[in-house]
């Protein structure tokens, strides 16, 4: 047998009485004229209407007149004669001493073709907490973003207050021993403090390498080399994108191994270049230095481990990585390689490798 429809007007009535009387949103049911038919209670608390005196009350008349409201009714209106639907439409709804209400209203036309003329079902929602909540959540984010960017132009300062300590201390030293040490550390925090003003222009959540890298190595390149004929600092790095701390382990890395190429691989003013490479394939990544240089001392003993090597192999650890030094006749290649399988093994075995 067929589905029976039923569409006698007390029937369709009752119906969307029925759904007003049991709904926990505030609904108001309207007759075409926009008066009222029935309101939900929650409405009714919602907006401090006496239930008692709705019905057939036109909606504009509703409390203290603060319902008239022109662009509602003639929307309302346009509903009910078919010629528009109201979906989600912001209004302020203004009482006087009890502050105003941002409401959302959705007006549905019910028609059933029976003769008992259009009623409207409208659905009122009260989003003002909501929206102070929200706009709140957006201020906190936006103090916090603030906040963290004071924050890094402070560590910025305090890293080149640091320096020119150095450098000042540099100068006044009598040994020569001192004097480089106190150089050397100078260039180290001109550096950190590079990446942390590089970091600080850069979302927290992740940096681009190459902008990055380009920015770290031309500062190195401005304080380390005088004569840019007689050296060159090439990048040469991919599209990959790396978070914060991982950024600033391999900008530390870099920064050794390019200061190890300038002082050690080009003595008595030798021309020559180095270059910084970075790729990277799914979770596996490679950066490298390489100079044609004189390359590192054969004899061990010369290449005594310095604070340099320390620093790039903890950082190396750090990152899962390992550090593989290659002739690059003529010159050295110092490659820093994270691959993915071999971090899984160094897990639980530790794999030995020539240092720095
Ligand atoms: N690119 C290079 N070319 C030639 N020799 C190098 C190169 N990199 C490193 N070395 C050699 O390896 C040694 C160890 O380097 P490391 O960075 O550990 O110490 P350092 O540079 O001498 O001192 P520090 O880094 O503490 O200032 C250096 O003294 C140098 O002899
Ligand atoms: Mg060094």
């Known amino acids: 047998m067929a589905p029976q429809t039923t569409s006698h007007p007390d029937v369709v009535l009752n119906l969307a009485l029925a759904v007003v009387a049991s709904s926990t949103a505030p609904l108001l049911l309207l007759h075409e004229d926009l008066t009222v038919i029935a309101a939900s209670k929650s409405f009714c608390n919602a907006f401090q209407i006496d239930p008692a005196t709705l019905e057939g009350v036109a909606l504009r008349k509703l409390g203290a007149g603060e319902w008239d409201m022109p662009q509602l009714t003639s929307l309302l209106e ?21 502050g105003n209400r941002r409401l959302v209203v959705n007006a549905q036309k019910l028609d059933y073709g029976t003769g008992a003329g259009i009623r409207l079902l409208v659905s009122v929602t009260d989003v003002t907490d909501a929206r102070v909540a929200e706009k709140l959540a957006e201020e906190m984010l936006k103090e916090k973003a603030v906040l963290l960017q004071e924050l890094q132009h402070r560590i910025a300062n305090s890293l080149q207050i ?4 150095l450098l000042q201390s540099a100068r006044k030293v009598q040994s ?26 850069s979302s927290v959540a992740d940096v681009e390498l190459r902008p990055y890298f380009t920015t770290l190595c031309n500062s190195i390149a401005a304080s380390m080399i005088s004569d840019q004929d007689q050296l060159s600092l090439e990048v040469s790095i991919d599209d990959s994108v790396t978070s914060a701390d991982v950024s600033v382990s391999l900008g530390l890395i870099v920064t050794e191994l390019v200061i190890n190429a300038l002082k050690h691989a080009f003595p008595h ?8 490479d970075y790729h990277s394939q799914g979770p596996n990544w490679t950066l490298s230095v390489t100079d044609n240089g004189v390359g590192m001392p054969r004899d061990a003993a010369l290449a005594k481990p310095g604070l340099g090597t320390r620093i790039v192999q903890a950082l190396t650890a750090q990152l899962q990585a390992q550090v593989r030094i290659t002739d690059a006749g003529p010159g050295t290649t110092v490659s820093i390689a994270h ?18």
């Open 78 to 98: 346009a509903t009910a004669s078919g010629y528009a639907a109201v979906d989600s439409y912001e209004i302020d709804l203004m009482r006087e001493g009890r």
């Open 162 to 165: 640091i320096a020119s300590v």
């Open 176 to 201: 020569v021993e001192t004097r480089s040490h106190l150089n050397d550390a100078h260039k180290r925090v001109m550096s950190v403090a590079a990446l942390q003003q590089q970091l600080s222009t």
């Open 269 to 276: 003013e030798r021309k020559g270049k180095i270059r910084v």
């Open 339 to 356: 691959a993915h399988i071999a971090a899984v093994q160094s897990a639980h075995a530790t794999v030995g490798e020539r240092a720095v």
